[in-house]
């Protein structure tokens, strides 16, 4: 079998890739060690999470807004779990059977089983049966896996990942999640939702802390109302199970040891790169210190002919950067000039209010000596917020101060996630602030507080503040 390109791995990274490689012409082979392609984002990340959020916003709303919508409901609001997450594999099996179809439709050749090289022109797939592929080049996109901690065990029943969270068989009486990023606070919002009481144990000051810092601040106190609770700036030392009960064991900042105790505990500390099995030395490559494939500007590694994309490379570990990444890679092998712009990868976190962010960050602008502008609107002086009842948040954009030119955006609110495209379109073609502003925005809408937001920050008048 002789392949123009071979794809190892089928998250959003590999079969993106895949699929652009066929559609360009180049005969494609891709390699997934499991059983259903998607990778990650599609059976244990991005949809599988947002499934339950959706369901769990459901239960949430039913208990606590629909009587004042109007709607009551005779005798009680249960949730059942089990179909929950039976709706959730549901929607993954939908999504995993689209990929299927659109390699097929592609003439994508897939390949199970686990893909290791021979030399750098030769992979060996170890799946059911054992089969060898001759291959001009290679696109490595083998993603990553959760991380622990030192002390920290997971045992997968009680001490658990991401994986194993969207997986249970009970709501959590009291779920401590470790770490305070995008994916603890989402799945936290699941159970919160559903009615666990959960713990946030982080070791830096905020949550979400590589976003911009009104971000993690409002988020923080619309959580806390959720019934989050936070505990900055302790060093978690140990997680033990005994019989039922976690017992997580951190250092706060004043050197004390404090404990915390609860059924479950989530360890989401982030997520390392991921090429175990690869044989990656049989091509000349090896990973850098923190398990990345090194790569140049045309994501090209260091053997000629080898790429490596999304979540095993450099960069934030997100679908949409991966799947840009895949593109580029293919097009680069056709001997097509991609391009991509890494400052307007969107940042999303799927709480309600959901969290969203491109370009840069307040704190970035202040540490490069950028003069910058700032218009912030909130989501409470909005009607359509006033209509749907989600009044939290803000929209803050900030511009040149002396171009009016938007360099970044940083939104928390309804659909944020859904509304951030706004500002890359806008950033992507280097629109002012004012150019937005003088843009119509449906009414009602969420997007106008975008509107309002680049008013403020050119010339300090929104209309509706
Ligand atoms: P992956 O999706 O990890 O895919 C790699 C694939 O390679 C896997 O299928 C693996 O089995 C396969 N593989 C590995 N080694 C081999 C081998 N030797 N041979 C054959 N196959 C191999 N990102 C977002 O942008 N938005 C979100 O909302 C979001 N939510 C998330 C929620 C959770 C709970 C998690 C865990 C992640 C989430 N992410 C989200 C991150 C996102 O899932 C990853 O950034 C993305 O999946 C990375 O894509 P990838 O193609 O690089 O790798």
Avoid at 6 to 18: D, F, H
Avoid at 99 to 106: C, P, S, T
Avoid at 146 to 173: C, F, Q, Y
Avoid at 364 to 377: A, C, D, H, W
């Amino acid at each position: 079998m002789k392949y123009d390109v071979t794809v190892i791995g089928s998250g959003p990274g590999g079969y993106v890739a895949a699929l652009r490689c066929a559609q360009l012409g180049l005969k494609t082979a891709l390699i997934e060690k499991y059983s259903t392609l998607g990778g990650t984002c599609l059976n244990v990340g991005c949809i599988p999470s947002k499934a339950l959020l959706d369901s769990s916003e459901h239960f949430h709303n039913a208990v606590h807004t629909f009587t004042t919508h109007g709607i009551d409901i005779k005798g009680e609001v249960q949730v059942n779990l089990k179909q929950m997450i039976e709706r959730k594999n549901g929607v993954i099996k939908q999504t995993c059977d689209g990929i299927d179809f659109l390699m097929k439709k592609n003439k994508v050749d897939v390949f199970k089983g686990i893909g290791s090289f021979v030399t750098k022109n030769t992979i060996k797939v170890s799946g059911e049966k054992e089969e060898t592929i001759e291959t001009d080049k290679v696109i490595i996109a083998t993603g990553s896996k959760p991380s622990s901690l030192p002390g920290v065990e997971i045992d997968k029943k009680r001490v658990i990942t991401s994986t194993e969270a969207l997986n249970m068989t009970e709501v959590p009486k009291h779920l401590i999640v470790i770490g305070g990023g995008v994916i603890g606070l989402e799945l936290g919002s699941v159970y919160a939702r559903l009615g666990a009481k959960v713990t946030v144990v982080e070791y830096s000051g905020s949550i979400i802390p590589t976003m911009d810092g009104a971000l993690g601040k409002e988020l923080q106190r619309v959580l806390r109302k959720q019934g989050f609770e936070f505990n900055f700036n302790h060093k978690v030392k140990s997680a033990t199970t005994k019989g039922k009960e976690v017992t997580v064991t951190a250092e706060n900042d004043k050197g004390e040891m404090v404990e915390f105790k609860g059924d479950y505990c989530l360890v989401s500390v982030g997520r390392r790169p991921y090429t175990d099995g690869l044989s990656l030395e049989n091509a000349g490559l090896k990973t850098d210190e923190r398990g990345r494939i090194e790569t140049d500007a045309h994501l090209e590694t260091a053997t000629k002919g080898i790429y490596a994309i999304g979540d095993v490379v450099k960069g934030a570990m997100l679908a949409h950067k991966a799947e840009e990444e895949g593109v580029f890679v293919a097009e680069t092998i056709a001997g097509q000039k991609p391009h991509i712009n890494y400052n307007l990868i969107p940042g999303v976190v799927y709480t309600w209010p959901e969290v969203a962010g491109v370009g840069a960050t307040e704190e970035e602008l202040k540490k490069n000596g950028v003069k910058y502008k700032m218009g912030s609107f909130p989501i409470r002086a909005l009607g359509r917020a006033r209509a749907s009842m989600d009044i939290d948040g803000l929209v803050k954009v900030l511009a040149d101060a002396t171009t009016d030119e938007i360099l970044g955006v940083h939104m928390i609110g309804p659909r944020a996630a859904d509304m951030i495209a706004e500002a890359v379109v806008a950033m992507e073609f280097r629109a002012s602030a004012e150019d937005v502003s003088r843009m119509s925005h449906a009414h009602p809408t969420y997007t106008e507080a975008m509107k309002e937001a680049c008013l403020a920050a050119t010339a300090n008048r929104a209309l509706h503040m």
